[in-house]
């Protein structure tokens, strides 16, 4: 943002946007909450490849809505599937100018009733610098804005890349190029996966492998099964109900009543109990002699682990079409020969296959915070020590069977010539490495494979399973059913639907007129190299959040591998890995922690204010659970130039942001922060800051309790919004006992008003009357309305008077005042002297000429007096109050008065 003499005034002058004044926070919840169960149905383009900390579609649409639409002659409303604008729009101007205007924190849903209609605003940029899977873009297109977004990351990059450019793909184009692959590679795939059924004399298909990581115990020698426990899954079907386990003794697969329940096996009738396996905590026991051992300690000992096929899940397809029933057509089996065959047959071909290993990455995993954090100084919560266990490759996550068949699809999807359709079967190849290897683990109670980042980092699984690469009819995670999410994205980024909730019941409009990308540009570069001024009228973000997810780090996983087919086209996939010292976020594994963090971040904002025109909003989702960074990103905030207008909570646990809020604690929830560019700043005492952030957190209080069924923890975070807007107004300019208050000193002191309560007492109230013009009885009891401050009380102390109808404050000047403090010095002691007793004696004294050195002395200077001193020059513009303590105080209340 360029500076200008003239910008103060244009900041002035410039619209008030609908999210500064009301965000409907219940609405957006809501149908956020149901995106959350069911995203692959709500905005399929999401479910196209895997990102983290991914927020979900209709937040940021809620977002931009309430954001992007300030000038009603900028904006078009379409029904969706029609051609024509909305009649009762009549094209757009007074009817939207309506809905934009009636917007307030007591009633913010006006404009909620746009949220599923086509919505286009007209010669609109949005930037996000932090695209990351590049939600915000792809919601601000909708709009018809024109969208630029920036991220570090290469696989940020690529998959926002897809994301939008899917609206402007041919579906026809995609379905000949799978046709084509699903011709040339689908049945010799299939082949890999076969099991013998039993029920007939043919094969079935293999829905996954259970495989169980095997060590040889350090006193016997014996080899040692690692198993947790013995669960394979639920019962289906007619055993619905039961559990199917296995047999520790003849590795029998057996349905029990109870997996946590002693049972016999029913082929070998050995007795034991599912829950109790032979490994846990860390270490195994083995089942020859009892010995117990680290499992850590004997992989770096015996150089490594072997892995045993010990269950296959199968369905067969013939047995299914001859109506057998369902139990026997798909079902659980102990490996059996012909298994173990298949799989050799497999990894020798793999051995042996040298032209396939160009399509398998080669480089080592990274030492780093998620690798191996004990190398390191400093947390991030978690023990991640993945090279210790085997592991020092990318495929090392794989067997020799899932290399074979990835390189095969990976080499035919090279052979496509043409690049878009190319990178669609790449996404599709990625994203089903989610599921695809040997770090993934089977959910029993669902029956189906988990994908390899339930945790966010690399766990690596005693038992872990191997899917079917191609795909079953059952089985989740398969290259086909990814192509299937692929595809449907793509369909979905064409004609955009929104679902939305009416009269309680979830709709689904018409396909919108307008594609996902259709203006849109992604760089694969750093938020701060950003080097445009003024050019966007909204940015719209995700920013990383200090340590909450080291997305470098676990990117790599994804990244070598699109490396393969993507290195020679784009130059940021020449590297061995995606870029870590250049991210913002804290890492031990590169000696970053909070503050260096805090110092990237400010760096980012500054590039955004940069970027950001005058008029523009900076709009942003953020998440952490410490009243410090709270304070942080409120100073990275302000010091850039911005001014906090509002905060917003979404889809967060409010009850216990309320709870926290009340008692003191870290609160933690998911909040919209809105900023925008900042003016001059004018100075101000905590003590008067203080009594208008209570002010301000009441009034907000009181109109959303009146108008809105909002919990109190949603209450909570918009008050505090409201309060850091005060506070940015004045930011640097605080000061309390002459000391100039940082960020975290104000977030700590905002905390300590809302959870205080009535925190106002008499001399706030006479304060707040010294600032007023012409102050009447009204304004007190309107002021003392929800403090502790008693009317009756402030008479007793004389700071305010009445005679003949004119009302009178208690001030040094006003003798009955002056003679009551004064009577409080000679009878009754300094003890029953307040701070401001002390202050008004003593500018009394100091105009009248008498010395007041003895009662500086006597009373000393402390906090609480020169804080009050402070509020009082502020009130009344007299700087004498500051200068009798000895200090310089707040020259800049009334420069005259020197």
Not at 283 to 293: F, K, L, N
Not at 753 to 764: A, N, R, T, W
């Amino acid at each position: 943002m360029s500076q200008d003499p003239a910008q103060d005034d244009a900041r002035q002058a410039r619209r008030e946007l609908p999210i500064e004044r009301g965000f409907p926070i219940e609405r957006v919840n809501e149908i956020s909450e149901k995106e959350g169960r069911a995203k692959r149905y709500y905005r399929p383009v999401y479910t196209m490849h895997k990102w983290w900390a991914r927020r979900n579609g209709s937040v940021f649409r809620a977002i931009a809505l309430y954001s992007l639409l300030d000038d009603p002659s900028k904006v078009t409303v379409r029904e969706p599937g029609a051609n024509e604008s909305l009649s009762e729009f009549g094209g757009g101007f007074s009817e939207i100018q309506a809905l934009i205007d009636q917007v307030d924190l007591a009633s913010p849903e006006s404009l909620w009733e746009l949220y599923p209609k086509d919505v286009q605003v007209e010669d609109t940029k949005v930037l996000d610098p932090f695209m990351g899977g590049g939600t915000s873009l792809v919601e601000a297109s909708r709009f018809g804005a024109e969208v630029h977004g920036y991220d570090l990351n290469p696989v940020a990059w690529f998959v926002t890349k897809k994301e939008l450019e899917a609206g402007q793909t041919s579906l026809e184009e995609l379905d000949a190029a799978f046709s084509k692959l699903e011709d040339e590679l689908a049945e010799e795939l299939q082949d890999y996966y076969k099991t013998p059924c039993p029920n007939d004399d043919h094969t079935a298909d293999v829905v996954y492998e259970f495989w169980v990581k095997q060590l040889d115990c350090v006193s016997c020698g014996h080899t040692v099964p690692l198993f947790n426990d013995y669960r394979i899954g639920n019962g289906r079907y007619d055993n619905k109900g039961d559990y199917n386990v296995l047999c520790p003794d003849c590795e029998s697969v057996v349905l029990v009543d109870d997996w946590r329940s002693e049972a016999d096996c029913s082929e070998c009738g050995y007795e034991f109990i599912a829950e109790d396996g032979n490994a846990g905590g860390g270490d195994y026991t083995c089942t020859e002699c009892g010995q117990q051992y680290p499992i850590i300690d004997a992989i770096e000992e015996q150089d490594g682990f072997e892995t045993r096929l010990y269950v296959t899940e199968y369905y067969c397809s013939h047995c299914d079409e001859a109506g057998r029933n369902k139990t026997a057509s798909r079902g659980y089996k102990r490996a059996e020969p012909f298994d173990h065959e298949l799989f050799a047959d497999a990894k020798q071909e793999w051995r042996a296959a040298d032209e396939l290993h160009d399509y398998v990455p080669s480089e080592q995993i990274p030492l780093g915070i998620k690798t191996d954090s004990a190398e390191f100084e400093g947390s991030i919560g978690g023990g991640f020590n993945v090279l210790r266990q085997g592991y020092s490759h990318w495929t090392d996550m794989f067997n020799p069977r899932q290399l074979l068949l990835l390189a095969k699809l990976s080499r035919w999807i090279d052979d496509v010539e043409d690049q878009n359709i190319k990178e669609y079967l790449l996404l599709a190849l990625s994203e089903s490495l989610n599921y695809n290897s040997m770090m993934i683990v089977y959910n029993h109670g669902a029956n189906k494979a988990t994908n390899i980042f339930k945790t966010n980092s690399f766990d690596a699984p005693l038992t872990p399973i191997e899917n079917n690469v191609w795909g079953t009819r059952y089985g989740t995670g398969t290259f086909t059913k990814m192509w299937q999410m692929v595809r449907k994205g793509v369909e979905y980024a064409k004609a955009p639907t929104e679902r939305y909730v009416e009269d309680g019941e979830t709709l689904e409009s018409p396909p919108f007129s307008k594609p996902v990308g259709e203006d849109a540009t992604v760089s694969c570069g750093d938020a701060r190299a950003i080097d445009t001024e003024d050019i966007y009228d909204a940015v719209l973000t995700d920013p990383p959040y200090y340590d909450n997810v080291i997305y470098s780090e676990l990117s790599n996983f994804f990244y070598v591998w699109q490396k393969v087919l993507l290195e020679s086209t784009y130059p940021q996939f020449e590297g061995a890995s995606t870029p870590r010292a250049e991210s913002i976020v804290a890492n031990p594994a590169e000696n970053k922690d909070a503050e260096v963090f805090e110092s990237e971040i400010k760096q980012a904002f500054e590039s955004i204010n940069t970027a950001l025109k005058d008029s523009g909003v900076f709009a942003f989702t953020y998440h952490h659970s410490e009243s410090e960074s709270w304070g942080e990103l409120l100073s990275a905030l302000c010091d850039t130039g911005f001014e906090v207008t509002a905060a917003y909570p979404i889809s967060a646990d409010i009850q216990r942001a309320a709870w926290q809020l009340i008692e003191g604690g870290a609160v933690s929830f998911d909040i919209v922060l809105v900023a925008r560019p900042a003016g001059e700043r004018a100075p101000i005492s905590w003590n008067s800051l203080r009594r208008r952030i209570y002010r301000t957190a009441r009034d907000t209080r009181e109109r959303l309790r009146e108008t809105q069924s909002v919990s109190e923890g949603d209450i909570g975070v918009i008050e505090m919004g409201e309060c850091f807007h005060e506070y940015s107004k004045h930011h640097g300019k605080v000061t309390r006992a002459g000391e100039t208050m940082s960020p975290k000193e104000v977030v700590q002191g905002i905390y300590g008003v809302l959870q205080e309560g009535s925190s106002l007492g008499e001399i706030d109230v006479f304060l707040d009357l010294l600032a007023a013009s012409d102050p009447t009885y009204d304004d007190l009891n309107k002021l003392s309305r929800g403090t502790s401050a008693d009317p009756e009380r402030m008479k007793e102390l004389r700071l305010y008077r009445q005679s003949g109808g004119d009302f009178i404050l208690g001030t040094w000047r006003d003798d009955e005042r002056m003679a009551y403090i004064q009577s409080r010095v000679n009878g009754e002691g300094d003890s029953s002297l307040n701070a401001l007793d002390k202050a008004q004696f003593l500018r009394y004294r100091f105009e009248r000429g008498e010395s007041i050195q003895n009662y500086l002395s006597k009373w000393k200077v402390d906090d609480e007096l020169r804080g009050l001193c402070e509020g009082l020059a502020e009130a009344t513009g007299d700087v004498v109050y500051t200068r009798i303590l000895g200090g310089e105080g707040l020259r800049s209340f009334n420069d005259d008065d020197e």
